[in-house]
């Protein structure tokens, strides 16, 4: 693993990304070389399902890469690590495990 934990989130988030990207192609290549009549199958989630699922998993990967990005620029800074709400530091533990956090454990509650 990367020694930068914000740049090892990045590398994961981006990791994610493509391949939920590759899961929606293969969802819409799925759709369009089927005949079936998906919208009305009672035996299971439809292919539309499917799909608005990994678009709803893209979004959240995708503003989890705005945050990491953010917080990229906030170490460029120099407010990296300090809590936007009570300016105090944010604790490495916390940090470890959010890499992008903005706020201290006692501002996030």
């Known amino acids: ?8 989130e990045r590398t994961a988030v981006l990791a994610q990304i493509a391949a939920l990207t590759a899961e929606f192609d293969a969802v819409v290549a799925a759709s369009r070389s089927s005949n079936a009549d998906d919208e009305h199958d009672p035996e299971g989630a439809t292919i539309a399902f499917e799909r608005q699922q990994v678009v709803a998993l893209l979004a959240a990967a995708r503003r989890r890469l705005a945050d990491v990005d953010d917080a990229l620029e906030r170490r460029a800074a120099g407010d990296y690590g300090v809590c936007e709400s009570c300016g105090r530091p944010i604790a490495p533990d916390r940090l470890a495990a959010r890499p992008a956090a903005r706020t201290c454990i006692t501002c996030a509650v």
């Open 1 to 8: 693993m990367d020694a930068d934990p914000l740049t090892a």
